[in-house]
């Protein structure tokens, strides 16, 4: 069995945070123990933002995504998704 440390108490979430992203996991936990899990309805966080577009261009991502049948709002996160990861 791994000798592990007793993990610190934190003031807040931005102090756990920062401990975690200076700290490696290893002298705290016993991953000879660990086992893989799923967690198959686990959404990530999303953020709401406003964002201004040319009349013209929304038409135009309208229309690609009726031919796709999709949201157009989907359509817009795919494209940027993919353009982010090229």
Excluded: C
Excluded at 24 to 32: A, C, E
């Amino acid at each position: 069995m791994a000798r592990t440390r007793t993990i610190p108490k934190f003031e807040n979430e931005a102090a756990e945070r920062h401990y975690w992203e200076t700290h490696d996991s290893m002298g705290h936990v016993d991953w000879t123990k660990a086992h893989p899990v799923r967690f198959p309805n686990l959404r990530p966080s999303t953020t709401a933002i406003s964002l201004r577009l040319p009349v013209g261009l929304l038409e135009r991502i309208k229309v690609a995504a009726n031919k796709r049948d999709v949201p157009y709002q989907s359509l817009i996160k795919a494209w940027l998704s993919e353009k982010v990861n090229e």
